[in-house]
């Protein structure tokens, strides 16, 4: 069973950035990061393939979130920046076990979640 241990959550200003972290205990395929807000279903964000590309993002994000992965370490961590209130949440770090080349958008795809990590914007 990999354990998925999330990190760089906090408060931030509007306008402001954070990076999020996730460790890997073990070997992952796709990996994504997902959030969810206070009275919402949780939402994809990023998710990025097990070779490192195929980047994908929400619209709601796209342009102002980054993601990137490294396989040497196991992790996998996200650059937000240009933070909005509306970006408040709970973020989830997700991965797979199976090796596949499909852009795993759906929470189902995933096998693996960390904990959770949250992050405050403040307008």
């Known amino acids: 069973q990999v354990q998925l241990v999330e990190s760089g959550g906090g408060l931030v200003q509007a306008g402001g950035s954070l990076r999020l972290s996730c460790a890997a205990s073990g070997r992952t395929y796709t990996m994504g990061w997902f959030r969810q807000a206070p009275g919402k279903e949780r939402e994809l964000t990023a998710t990025i393939t097990w070779w490192g590309g195929r980047p994908y993002y929400a619209d709601s994000v796209k342009g102002r979130f980054t993601i990137s992965r490294d396989n040497a370490k196991n992790t996998v961590s996200l650059q937000m920046n240009s933070l909005k209130p509306e970006d408040t949440a709970v973020y989830y770090c997700?991965?797979?076990?199976?090796?596949?080349?499909?852009?795993?958008?759906?929470?189902?795809?995933?096998?693996?979640w960390g904990q959770g990590t949250q992050v405050t914007v403040s307008s």
């Open positions: 997700a991965a797979s076990a199976l090796r596949d080349m499909r852009t795993m958008t759906n929470s189902r795809d995933y096998d693996y």
